[in-house]
């Protein structure tokens, strides 16, 4: 009987298998499948969530009558949320690939035009999008036998590096420092920070500032949700007994969600303002470039204006503008212990 079951279970899945993979071939991979659960799951949550209040709390419904900025507002942050989510899901998060590839066009590109021009082509002119800072690309292009993009990495490596230490073992394509290979997409990430399954994308250098804010209105959308239960459990009007069970239920839950996304929002705020990404933060000691560097030294980092600039306003430069490795006199500098002076002129800042 028990025996009997479990085929017919899989049969029934593999039939399903089979069905979406004929109607909707993307469905056919179940790293996809699983990820559309998840995102319809996420809507389904927030509609019930939200939905809920602005069913029954007949209050709200009154005072939305009477004030109707108050519930668009929250309206407002409800989509907002979403579309964040489903922004951040579908950017890059700056594959190594990509940027060598816009490196390889926006080499062929310079030495196409730099004979007729000898000025730097505009990228203005092309179609395609060429995000690559023009200073490391000229660098890159002086004499050698090494790809443009060999050549640009290798300049961010210390002198006497060898291209084999950096190359991924699985796509084979140069790493510049602080990439990192993504088993679950397959892919190197320029400044890998995690691969986040309820995104169901990686997050890098591309999409960090997105998955911030992302976290940020999640947790705003947390604490509103929240005051309304709070405010419909207070309020007078009579209610049935499920309602009230099922209110203390979703508060609960919501409780959780947001102890979770505030230690979040708090966790990545610390790493953008250090210039660090999760993973350089939790496999520090086993990153070979970071071996060896004390713990209290964040050597990306540029001081907390600068890396909250770099990280949100610094569209203009370059998507995937790669930071060098730090020198060791960079690093001993960064190690000083701060001094009174150090601190009234701000060391930590700028
Ligand atoms: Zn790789
Ligand atoms: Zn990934």
């Known amino acids: ?27 056919s991979d179940p790293a996809r499948r699983s990820t559309f659960c998840l995102r319809v799951m996420l809507v389904v949550l927030h509609l019930v969530n939200a939905g809920f209040v602005l069913v029954f709390d007949r209050g709200l419904i009154e005072k939305a009558r009477k004030e109707p900025w108050y519930i668009a507002l929250y309206l407002l942050l409800f989509i907002s949320t979403l579309v964040q989510y489903f922004i951040t899901s579908y950017s ?27 000025q730097p082509a505009s990228s203005k002119n092309v179609s395609v999008v060429i995000t690559i800072d023009r200073k490391q690309l000229e660098q890159s ?56 399954v309820w995104l169901g994308t990686c997050i890098g250098k591309g999409n960090h500032c997105r998955f911030w804010w992302y976290i940020f209105e999640e947790t705003c959308l947390c604490i ?31 409780s959780i969600f947001f102890v979770f996304l505030l230690l979040l929002l708090l966790f990545h705020s610390y790493l953008v303002l250090t210039n660090q990404s999760t993973y350089e933060l939790v496999r520090r000691r086993r990153i070979p470039y970071l071996r060896g560097i004390p713990e209290r030294v964040f050597p990306f ?32 500098e960064k190690s000083k212990p701060y001094t009174c002076a150090d601190v009234m002129s701000c060391r930590c800042c700028c």
Not at 6 to 16: A, G, H, Q
Request: hydrophobic share 35%.
């Open 1 to 27: 009987m028990g025996a009997h079951c479990v085929n017919l279970c899989r049969d029934t899945r593999d039939r399903f298998s089979d069905r979406c993979s004929r109607f909707a071939p993307c469905f």
């Open 92 to 118: 890059s998060p700056g594959y190594v690939l990509d940027a060598m590839r816009a490196v390889d066009e926006a080499a062929a590109l310079y030495n196409s035009t730099s004979g007729a021009s000898k």
């Open 141 to 196: 292009l002086l004499d050698g036998n090494a790809t443009p993009w060999t050549k640009l990495v290798m300049d961010l490596y210390p002198p006497g590096s060898s291209v084999r230490n950096w190359t991924c073992s699985y796509c084979h394509c140069l790493q510049p420092p602080r990439a990192k290979h993504c088993h679950d997409c397959d892919k190197c990430v320029l400044e890998y920070d995690h691969h986040c």
């Open 224 to 254: 509103w949700t929240g005051i309304l239960y709070i405010q419909f459990l207070k309020s007078s009007i009579s209610k049935a007994w499920w309602v009230y069970g099922l209110v203390i239920l979703l508060l609960a839950s919501l």
């Open 301 to 332: 980092s540029r001081g907390v204006c600068r890396n909250l600039y770099n990280f949100c306003c610094d569209r203009s430069s370059s998507m995937y503008k790669m930071q060098p490795l730090p020198t060791a006199m960079e690093i001993e």
